[in-house]
């Protein structure tokens, strides 16, 4: 195949190529991944969340700037909103960040959310896979930014950041719906405006009573770590506890402040996100969720084969189409139907 050649030797044209069959699942988009898939697993997957106006992109752009200086490549996904005109993506980030996007080191792929929720499009995860498998040192995924409810970063990334502002308001409502448990690290961008000190302050607080640190030298039951008691409900593997033989400390999870505009604060926050990395690597939790990350992409493979076999290859659609008109009716049921299509 001409295309995985070309991919193999670098050029970016291929890489362009190969991002669409996979985005738009066109004919032998599977055979496309599976083929590319003993390629991944070296890049450092960073995820990008917050809400809107937090200054994500600027911040992004940023990222790239020091990893360029220190001679890493970077490849982007920067999921925009949905165009309700055309169903495309606005481009908004990639307008943003033209000055970069002429860089050979620096590939940029803005995607669609096409009716997703979760802060990502359908196909982000395997876009990455290409990236990685092209042999792109960084990938940072840019979410929507539709706020609390874009979760599904923290199952696509390696390092999870939260950027908020101090406009985003009362720091202990900011912690709600997920965002907690999705951070590795905190990012107070905007920082030179009133209020970063105190939403700093709040975000630290709420991890330290969240974690069970805030009070572990009180009697009794409230020294407990209901971290690691969430995790046995869950039946999560566990890390070590800190202090005992060969074991590698929790992650404390950093509040950091950056003017990203500027750059101040950019340097801080690549060195956390490298300490995170590291912390991953001996800790093992990088295999622990990768391991989470594969079980939940072959899930939603068998999900989307199902569909597509029940919709489309059974003939699911036009059984629905014909039952229409008793629906309506009222002599079916919706789920008299569902069940006459997957007997069917």
Do not use: C
């Amino acid at each position: 195949m001409d295309l995985l050649k070309d991919f193999e030797a670098g050029k970016r044209p291929a890489l362009a190529r190969a991002i669409s069959i996979v985005e738009n699942q066109r004919t032998g988009f599977l055979d496309l991944l599976n083929r590319l898939y003993p390629r991944i697993g070296r890049a450092h997957r960073i995820g990008i969340t917050g809400p809107p106006g937090a200054g994500k992109s600027t911040l992004t752009a940023a990222l790239i700037a020091h990893y360029r200086s220190r001679g890493e490549t970077v490849g982007v996904i920067a999921v925009d909103p949905t165009s309700p005109f055309t169903g495309g993506a606005l481009l908004g980030d990639r307008i943003r960040m033209n000055d970069i996007a002429m860089d050979e080191g620096v590939f940029i792929r803005s995607m669609a959310t096409r009716g997703s929720l979760g802060g990502l499009a359908l196909t982000t995860k395997e876009v990455a896979d290409v990236m990685d498998a092209f042999g792109f040192d960084r990938i940072i995924v840019e979410t929507v930014g539709v706020g609390q409810s874009e979760l599904d970063i923290a199952a696509a990334a390696d390092t999870t950041v939260v950027v908020l502002v101090p406009e985003s308001g009362d720091g202990i409502q900011a912690m709600k719906a997920g965002l907690m448990e999705a951070a590795d690290l905190f990012v107070i961008n905007k920082s030179d405006r009133p209020g970063a000190d105190r939403l700093a302050r709040d975000i630290s607080t709420m991890l330290h009573f969240r974690s069970g640190q805030m009070l572990r030298n009180v009697p009794a039951h409230h020294g407990v770590d209901m971290k690691r008691i969430r995790a046995r409900a869950r039946g999560e593997l566990l890390e070590p506890e800190p202090g005992a033989d060969g074991a590698v400390a929790a992650w404390e999870i950093p509040v950091l402040k950056t003017i990203a505009e500027t750059g101040e604060g950019v340097d801080a926050l690549a060195a956390a996100l490298e300490r995170h990395r590291d912390w991953l690597n001996e800790s093992g939790e990088l295999s622990r969720r990768r391991r989470q990350r594969l079980t939940e992409r072959v899930r939603e493979e068998v999900a989307r084969s199902v569909q597509r076999s029940v919709w489309v290859d059974r003939g699911g659609e036009a059984e629905l189409e014909r039952a229409l008109p008793e629906l309506e009716a009222g002599r079916l049921t919706p789920y008299e139907v569902a069940a006459r299509i997957l007997s069917g």
